[in-house]
Nanobody
Framework: QVQLVESGGGLVQAGGSLRLSCAAS????????MGWFRQAPGKEREFAAA????????RYAESVKGRFTISRDNAKNTVYLQMNSLKPEDTAVYYC?????????????????WGQGTQVTVSS
C-alpha cells in the first residue's frame, strides 16, 4: 500500500512558476514509476508527466513539454513537478500517481495509487 499526498498548489499569475510535491509513504517508493495528471473543470483527467523508477527516463504531454519538469528524490520518497511559464489553461487539480509497472509509458488506467490532488489556478 502506498499513500500519496500532494502539496504546493496555489494561485499564480500567467507566466509564473509553481513547484508541486508529492510525498509517498512506505519503503517501496523507488519501485514505482510516478506520474502527474491533471483535471480541469468540466474536462477529463489527462496525463502531464511521468518518471521512471530511477528517474533516468521521463515523458511529457505535448502541452507541457519545455515548461514542466518532473523529478524525484527516492531518498525522500518524493516526486516533484516544476511548472514554469504557466498559462491559464494549466488551471486544474493536479494529481500524482504511482505505477508498479515502473516505466513512463504506463497508461493512466494502470496506475495503482493516487493522491487526493492539489489545486493550481493560473490567472490571466
Amino acid at each position: 500500500q502506498v499513500q500519496l499526498v500532494e502539496s504546493g498548489g496555489g494561485l499564480v499569475q500567467a507566466g509564473g512558476s509553481l513547484r508541486l510535491s508529492c510525498a509517498a509513504s512506505g519503503r517501496t517508493f523507488s519501485t514505482y514509476a510516478m506520474g502527474w495528471f491533471r483535471q480541469a473543470p468540466g474536462k477529463e483527467r489527462e496525463f502531464a508527466a511521468a518518471i521512471s523508477r530511477s528517474g533516468g527516463s521521463t515523458r511529457y504531454a505535448e502541452s507541457v513539454k519545455g515548461r514542466f519538469t518532473i523529478s524525484r528524490d527516492n531518498a525522500k520518497n518524493t516526486v516533484y513537478l516544476q511548472m514554469n511559464s504557466l498559462k491559464p489553461e494549466d488551471t486544474a487539480v493536479y494529481y500524482c500517481a504511482a505505477a508498479a509497472a515502473g516505466w513512463t509509458s504506463v497508461p493512466m488506467g494502470e496506475y495503482d495509487y493516487w493522491g487526493q490532488g492539489t489545486q493550481v489556478t493560473v490567472s490571466s
